[in-house]
């Protein structure tokens, strides 16, 4: 029985009881929740329905609980209910009603996890969206793993979503950036303000490559060449890095097309509509205080030359423009004092910004060797990049450490710890499932062991303590799915993961799924294998959520 099945159940009792006793049942929910109780001593499951609706009714929460209790106890595959503190109900199942999860899941395969919970919500979700003035550094790197993460949870809880990269080709950095390709191109230092590492000579004689006229140009001409063909190059590499990480892009949007277009025109006029602008000393302003921000905000200087915030709100607008309701932006740690002026800026525009607009802040990364931090890069010289880190311990290894903590504390990542094959490196610990329970399957079809018909499968035998711990946290997965999806928490899933692969390992410690020399296949083998078969499927369903691959072998 699925915990959304005994729900259900639970609702059904809940309904008779109210035909019974001539209550209202227009007060009864929908549908109902069950919960996992942390003391797993208190019953497989736990319902807080009787306390919900007591005050509704009139009607003492124990004595409402009794009468669920009562209602609920003769339910099939329900083994007991009892009633704990103020109106609690703790549920215990019969053997044969938990066991047939490891049917449920095995014959649901992918889809096992997945809801719509969010069906309906239209989210455009932007992450990454670094400068195209060099390599994705590990900040960056993080939110390619939790925001692709991110986007495969809302997915999978229904949500509408479109991934967007924020492409940077105008404005002051894309100008420095220019100038330190020509001065390598010169064989010049870099100039004070401008980027070193060794990519930007790799980039300058890329340019020199592709347009041999170049060298021939004054610098004003070279350095708009330099320009359009570094960031084209440099942009080319980012997509490459991000690709061979696992994270694709539904759309790639160009700063410049905001200015082509007149988008911040459109912005500013539609700002104006709402009565949020006001000139002063030449400058054209957005009252953002009205809406809690510190101070108002330039849009348009006084020489005519637009801020970075205009684009800002003009981009904002457009996504709201392609229809999305809800907007998610995950920023660095760096960009904190942003949230104000943003949420302010989505209210100007007459939206609510709790509901609009949402923006994530994610804290720093180190990347330790040794016990002691990276301070560089070989090739980008300054800070440690995406490839830096793929290096050290690997695409699945990197995509898992920065996706298992919460986005909003600050990690170190141990070269060392993640480059181990033993069950302390987590990301080891869980794929080593994935590979033992393919290794089960494979051993079990030589010794000829197979799960036979669903009809013949007889889930009642599945009755060890270990079996029913495994699952307990086998049943656990949607609701955590739903749980980090909605909470924006890709590291509820990599933690629900190790719980999972504890519970894996314990119960193949404990129970024997294969059968030993001669020894004649029976229905416990087979019921195993069933249970066996439904982890594999959910530390796969997990992984792929996380971006991270699920090994048949290791």
């Known amino acids: 029985m699925t915990p959304a099945e005994l729900a259900s159940v639970v609702l059904a009792a809940a309904h008779a009881v109210f035909a019974q006793r001539g209550l209202d049942r227009a007060a009864l929910p929908a549908s109902t929740v069950v919960e996992r109780p942390r003391n797993p001593e208190h019953g497989d499951y736990a319902s807080t329905l009787a306390l919900q609706l007591s005050k509704k009714v009139g009607v003492p929460p124990r004595e409402l609980a009794t009468a669920l209790a009562d209602e ?25 009603a938990a066991g047939q999860l490891a049917r449920v899941i095995v014959e649901t395969g992918a889809e096992y996890g997945r809801s719509d919970r969010l069906a309906g919500e239209k989210i455009n979700l932007e992450f990454v969206s670094a400068n195209p003035t060099g390599p994705v550094h590990i900040g960056g790197v993080r939110w390619a793993a939790v925001g692709d993460a991110l986007s495969r949870l809302l997915r999978a809880t229904g949500a509408d979503v479109g991934t967007e990269y924020y492409f940077n080709d105008a404005g002051s950095q894309i100008d420095r950036f220019a100038r330190s390709l020509l001065a390598a191109a010169k064989g010049e230092p870099a100039p004070e303000d401008g980027y070193g590492g060794a990519y930007i000579a790799e980039i300058a004689a890329e340019v020199q490559t592709r347009r041999p006229e170049v060298r021939s140009l004054d610098d004003d001409a070279a350095q708009e060449v330099f320009r359009v063909e570094g960031v084209a190059l440099m942009f080319d590499e980012i997509r490459t890095s991000l690709r061979d990480f696992g994270v694709e892009f539904d759309t790639y949007f160009n700063e410049k097309d905001l200015h082509d277009r007149g988008e911040l025109d459109l912005a500013l006029n539609r700002l104006r ?13 957005l009252r953002t205080t009205d809406f809690g921000d510190d101070k108002d905000r330039v849009l348009r200087k006084s020489n005519g030359e637009w801020t970075y915030f205009a684009a800002d709100c003009a981009y904002y607008l457009d996504k709201r423009e392609r229809g999305f309701e809800r907007v998610v932006i995950m920023l660095g740690a760096d960009h904190h004092g942003y949230i104000g002026r943003m949420k302010a800026m989505s209210a100007c525009f007459g939206d609510d910004p709790e509901r609009n607009l949402e923006i994530l802040i994610g804290q720093l990364v180190n990347l330790l060797r040794d016990g002691a931090p990276m301070r560089m890069s070989k090739r980008a010289g300054t800070v440690i990049t995406l490839e830096d880190l793929v290096d050290a311990i690997g695409v699945d290894a990197s995509r898992y450490a920065l996706a298992r903590y919460s986005s909003d504390s600050p990690i170190d990542i141990d070269i060392e710890l993640w480059t181990r094959a033993t069950r302390d490196n987590p990301v080891y610990y869980v794929q080593y499932v994935a590979a033992r329970t393919a290794s089960v399957g494979r051993n079990a079809a030589d010794a ?11 889930p009642e035998l599945l009755a060890n303590e270990k079996e029913n711990e495994l699952l307990k946290a ?37 129970c024997r799924i294969l059968p030993r020399g001669d020894e004649e296949v029976t229905d416990l083998h087979r019921a195993r294998l069933w249970l066996n078969d439904a982890t594999r499927t959910v530390i796969a369903n997990g992984l792929y959520l996380l971006g991270v691959s699920a090994p048949e072998r290791m």
């Open 72 to 96: 609920l106890g003769r339910a099939p595959g329900v083994k007991s209910v009892e009633i704990a503190g103020p109106g609690f109900l703790n549920i215990r199942l019969d053997a044969a």
């Open 273 to 285: 509509e709402q009565g949020h602008l006001y000139e002063s000393e030449g400058a054209t302003w």
């Open 448 to 458: 000829g062991l197979t799960r036979g018909d669903a009809d013949a499968f007889r």
């Open 474 to 510: 086998l049943a656990g997965f949607p609701a955590t799915v739903a749980t980090a999806a909605e909470l924006r928490g890709p590291h509820r899933v990599a933690r629900y993961l190790e719980d999972l692969a504890g519970a894996y390992h314990r119960f193949y410690d404990e």
